[in-house]
């Protein structure tokens, strides 16, 4: 373990992304916000409520849950395919930092980045339906989780990438679909068979209802089921990006 190697890699990679915040910050934000008052506005005037929830107040959870994903997943796997692309990676790898000190920083950047669009997008949405959160350890718990989460699976799918196109293969046709399809915008009581059966197969459902119920203290599952799911893919992933970064995996050639 490397205490100054690590907090100079982790200042570095919150730098990176606090460097450009029209791109890192502000659009991922305008974004979340146009969702929020076209479906929240729009719909909510045919969809009063959800499970006694109004419907503008529903999908708040899911919005600020679709950000922390992107945000989380972007920060680690743009900056490491950045790293492979202009071969700086090589002083990474020669540094005197261990599997951990790499992931500790990687990581602790993609939660601050995930928790702080996500927390801009909880402001913006409060604006329109108020402050209150039911919860405030298990929205703590879940945000952070989930940040960790897709941190690691951005870290691990960016060192398998050679191409652009394999970098944007699984955000695009597996974690945007899995996360649109994953209750941002609906129950899962309001699908019909066998709709409703297949969207309980779906992990990120688990992880938005556990968010809403912490932010809005009702939920379709209960939050300790999403803990455990979210849980299992973290240690997945882990152990994934563990493997990749000790190993070397298409890193060192």
Known sequence: MNPIGRRTL?????????????????????????????????????????????????????????????????????????????????????????????????????VCR???????????????????????????????????????FGLALAIWSDKFEQLNLIPTFVITPLTFLGGVFYSVSMLPKPWSTLTLANPILYMVEGLRYGLLGTAGSPPLVGLIVTGGFAIAAFALTWWMLATGYKLRS
């Not at 071969?87 to 993609?110: C, E, H, K, R, S």
């Not at 402050?131 to 989930?146: Q, R």
């Open 10 to 110: 982790l200042k570095k990679e919150i730098h990176r992304f606090l460097r450009v915040p029209g791109q890192t910050l502000a659009q991922p934000v305008v974004t979340t916000s146009l969702y929020f008052l076209v479906f929240g506005f729009a719909l909510g005037g045919s969809v009063r409520e959800i499970d006694g929830v109004s419907y503008i107040r529903f999908i708040v959870p899911g919005l600020i849950m679709l950000a922390i994903i992107q945000n989380a997943f972007l920060n680690t796997s743009s900056s490491m395919f950045m790293m492979k692309v202009q071969g700086t990676v090589v002083d990474l790898l020669v540094a005197p930092l261990g599997t951990a000190d790499l992931l500790i920083a990687f990581i602790t950047a993609a």
């Open 114 to 152: 995930g928790l702080l669009v996500g927390s801009i997008v909880w402001l913006v949405a409060a604006v329109f339906t108020g402050f209150s959160i039911a919860h405030l350890g298990w929205v703590l718990v879940f945000a952070t989780l989930v940040g960790i989460t897709f941190g690691l």
